[in-house]
C-alpha cells in the first residue's frame, strides 16, 4: 500500500519533537533551580565545618567501672576538618565524633543534621540528649533508616562539647551532608522551603506518570506509554522519599528508606522496558535480557534483605556500578538501532545520554570524587521521563495526522470510485435501452416505454398512435452497395425522422429495417399528418452511392390510432400487442400492395 506523503506533518512533527524537548529541557532547569538554589540565598546559618572543631574515636569509648557512665575525658580523640568520611573504618561499626559546639545568641539553638549514618545517640554534658534508632551497650544496632535530626545544644552551655555515638554498617562512616546550627524555627523553615519545591517536582512527575498511564491504557501503542508512566510514577515515588518534606508527612524514615532503594533499584527495570518498547520493530538484542538481569538485581536484594543479615543499603554501592553498566549497555544497544527509527530514536538516544552523564556526576559526587553537585542524577531521570513524554506525543500525533490523511485520501477515493461506478451504471443502463447502430430505443426499452404510455392514454383517457415503418428493398440495398452503405442509410434515415419528432414521442428500432415510433396524447389528424410528413422526408433523402449516382429509399408505413373516450380493455400490455400486431398489419397491407405508402387504421377491439 502507497502511504500518502505529509510532507508538512512531518516537519511540523519533527520541529514540535525538537522544541518540547527544549521546552521540557528549559522546564526541568526551572523547576530544579528551587531545589539546587544555593543556601548563600537564604539566611545562613552556622555550618560547623571549622578546623579544630570536630575529633573523632573509632569503636565505643570505654565505660566507668564507678558510674556506669561514658568517659569521654579519654585522650585518643583525633582531631579532623570536617567528619564526612571518618578514615580507617576497618571492620569497626561504631565511632564516636566530638564536636566543640561555638559561642553564639541563640533563643533555642538546634543541630540539623542530615546526614548520619545510620543510628545515633547524642550526648551533652554527660546525658543522651538526642536518639535515633537503638545501639545496644555492646555496640549492636539495626539499620532505622536515613532521617534528617534536630538535636537540641541548650544543654552544652557548660562544656560546650557534643558527642555523637554513631553507628553504621555500611561501606562509609561520617556525617557526610549538611550540619547547620541555628534557632529550631529557622531550621524548620528552612526544611519547609527545601522540601516544598522538591514536594512539588515529585507531584508533576507522578501527573507525567499519570497521564503516560492513561495514555497507555486508551492508545493503540501503548507500550512506550506504560513503561514511561511507570517510571514516572517510581521516579515521583524516589524524588519524594529522598525529600526532607517526607519525613514531616510520615515520621517513619525506615519505610521511606525502603521505597527510595527499591525504587531507585527499580529504574533500569523501567529504562529497560521502555527502551524495548520505543524500538519495538527492531528492539536492541539487549534489551530483554537487560530487562530479566535488571528485575533480578531488587528481586535479589529484597530477599537477601529479608532472609539474611544483609542490609539492602549495602545494596548501594553494588547498585551504582550496576546502574552505570546497565545504561551503558542499553545505550550501546539504542546506539545500533537508532538509525532504523528515525529522530524520535535519536531523540530517546540524547535522553539516555544525557541521563547516563547526570547518574555518573550523581554517582561520582556521591562518593567525594568530584564536588557534591545535587542530586543530577534525578534530573536527567525527570528530563529523560519528560523528554519521552513529549517524543511519545510527539510520534502519536504524528500517526494521528498520518491516519487523518489516510482517511481523507481513502474517503477522497472512495467517492472518486463511487462517482465512476454511477457513471459506468448510468452508460450500462443507457446502452441496454439503446440501439448500438441507431442510438434509438431498442425493441425491448421501447416495449417498456410503450407500456407504461398506453398505461397513461388508458388512465387519462388520451388519445395515441403507433406507427410500423419498414424500408423497403433493403436487402437490395446490402446487396448492391454492402452493409456499411446499409448501415449508414439506417443511421441517418433514424437521424432524419426523430428530428421531425417531438421530445416525449418513443422512436425505437422494432427489428433489422423495420421501426416504431409511438405518438402519445396524439389526436388522429395531427398523427395523420406527421407521419405523411415523415414519409415525405424518408422518400426525400439522399445517398451517394459509390459509383458516385444518388439512392433514394422508401419505406411502408402502417399507423394505429387509438382514439380517446371508448370502452378500453383494462390490460395495457395485451392493448400494446394489439396496437403493434394491427400496425404490423397494415404496413404489410403496403408492402403487398406495391411498398412506399401509408395506410392508417383505427383501433380495433379484439375479443
Ligand atoms: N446493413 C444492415 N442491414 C441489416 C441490418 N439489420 C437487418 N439488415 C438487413 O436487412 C435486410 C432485410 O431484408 P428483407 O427482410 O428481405 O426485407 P427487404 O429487403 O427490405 O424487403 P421488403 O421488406 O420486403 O421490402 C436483410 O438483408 C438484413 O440482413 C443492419 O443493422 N444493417
Known amino acids: 500500500m502507497q502511504f500518502p506523503k505529509v510532507d508538512l506533518s512531518d516537519r511540523i512533527a519533527s520541529t514540535l519533537s525538537g522544541f518540547s524537548v527544549f521546552v521540557i529541557s528549559v522546564l526541568c532547569m526551572l523547576l530544579s533551580a528551587p531545589l539546587s ?12 565545618d571549622f578546623d579544630g572543631l570536630w ?20 585522650p585518643h580523640w583525633t582531631p579532623i576538618r570536617f567528619p564526612d568520611v571518618i578514615p580507617d573504618k576497618g571492620s569497626h561499626n561504631i ?12 533563643k533555642n539553638p538546634y543541630l540539623f543534621i542530615n546526614s548520619v549514618d545510620l543510628t545515633l545517640q547524642v550526648f551533652a554534658a554527660g546525658r543522651n540528649v538526642y536518639q535515633f534508632g537503638e545501639i545496644t551497650p555492646e555496640g549492636e544496632s539495626h539499620f532505622a533508616g ?19 555515638r554513631v553507628f553504621s554498617d555500611y561501606p562509609f562512616l561520617g556525617l557526610s551532608g549538611e550540619i547547620s546550627l541555628d534557632d529550631k524555627s529557622e531550621l524548620l523553615e528552612r526544611v519547609y522551603a527545601r522540601g516544598l519545591p522538591g514536594t512539588f517536582i515529585a507531584i508533576t512527575v507522578l501527573l507525567v506518570g499519570v497521564i503516560s498511564m492513561i495514555l497507555g491504557m486508551i492508545k493503540k501503542d501503548r507500550g512506550v506509554a506504560l513503561a514511561n508512566g ?27 528508606r525502603y521505597i ?25 538484542k539487549v534489551a530483554a535480557p537487560m530487562l530479566v538481569i535488571t528485575l533480578l538485581f531488587p528481586v535479589t536484594v529484597a530477599l537477601l534483605s529479608v532472609f539474611s543479615d544483609f542490609s539492602f543499603v549495602n545494596a548501594y554501592p553494588y547498585f551504582d556500578v550496576f546502574f552505570i553498566v546497565s545504561v551503558l549497555v542499553l545505550w550501546a544497544g539504542c546506539y545500533a538501532r537508532f538509525r532504523r527509527v528515525g529522530s524520535q530514536g535519536l531523540l530517546v538516544l540524547f535522553g539516555i545520554t544525557a541521563l547516563f552523564v547526570s547518574l555518573l556526576l550523581d554517582m561520582l559526587s556521591a562518593h567525594g570524587l568530584i564536588d557534591w553537585i545535587g542530586k543530577t542524577g534525578q534530573w536527567g531521570l525527570v528530563f529523560y521521563t519528560f523528554a519521552s513524554l513529549a517524543v511519545y506525543l510527539v510520534k502519536d500525533w504524528k500517526q494521528q495526522v498520518m491516519l487523518h490523511s489516510l482517511t481523507h485520501s481513502l474517503e477522497h477515493k472512495v467517492a472518486e470510485r463511487t462517482r465512476e ?6 452508460q450500462l443502463e443507457q446502452l441496454a435501452r439503446e440501439d448500438y447502430l441507431t442510438k434509438i430505443l431498442n425493441r425491448r426499452a421501447f416495449m417498456e416505454a410503450a407500456a407504461l404510455e398506453v398505461s397513461n392514454a388508458l388512465r387519462y383517457q388520451r388519445p395515441l398512435t403507433l406507427v410500423m415503418f419498414d424500408v423497403d428493398h433493403f436487402k437490395q440495398i446490402n446487396d448492391d452497395y454492402g452493409h456499411a452503405m446499409g448501415d449508414d442509410v439506417l443511421t441517418e434515415l433514424t437521424r432524419a425522422l426523430k428530428a421531425e419528432c417531438r421530445e416525449g414521442d418513443l422512436f425505437g428500432r422494432y427489428g433489422g429495417e423495420e421501426f416504431v415510433i409511438l405518438l402519445n396524447s396524439t389526436e388522429t389528424d395531427q398523427a395523420e399528418n406527421l407521419v405523411k410528413r415523415l414519409h415525405s422526408v424518408l422518400s426525400q433523402l439522399q445517398f451517394i452511392e459509390p459509383s458516385g449516382g444518388v439512392l433514394n429509399i422508401t419505406a411502408s408505413f402502417g399507423v394505429v390510432s387509438l382514439p380517446p373516450l371508448q370502452k378500453m380493455p383494462a390490460d395495457s400490455g395485451l392493448l400494446l400487442d394489439q396496437l403493434l400486431m394491427q400496425a404490423d398489419e397494415a404496413m404489410y397491407s403496403v408492402k403487398n400492395g406495391g411498398r412506399n405508402g401509408i395506410q392508417f387504421r383505427e383501433w380495433v377491439a379484439v375479443a
Open 421 to 426: 461506478l454511477n457513471e459506468s451504471k448510468l
Open 95 to 106: 565511632a564516636w565524633i566530638r564536636l566543640q559546639v561555638p559561642e553564639g545568641q541563640w
Open 146 to 164: 536515613w532521617p534528617w535530626h534536630l538535636v537540641p545544644v541548650a544543654d552544652v552551655s557548660g562544656s560546650g562539647v557534643m558527642y555523637f
Open 230 to 256: 511507570c517510571l514516572s510514577i517510581d521516579l515521583a515515588l524516589m524524588i519524594f522519599a529522598e525529600n526532607e518534606f517526607s519525613q514531616l508527612v510520615w515520621l517513619d524514615p525506615l519505610t521511606w
Open 55 to 74: 575529633s573523632y574515636s573509632w569503636g565505643d569509648l570505654p565505660v566507668s567501672e564507678t558510674t556506669g557512665t561514658w568517659q569521654f575525658d579519654h
Open 37 to 48: 538554589a544555593s543556601p548563600e540565598n537564604e539566611r545562613q546559618p552556622l555550618s560547623l
Open 260 to 284: 527510595a532503594a527499591f525504587t531507585y533499584f527499580m529504574i533500569p527495570v523501567f529504562l529497560a522496558w521502555g527502551i524495548r518498547e520505543w524500538f519495538k520493530r527492531s528492539p536492541p
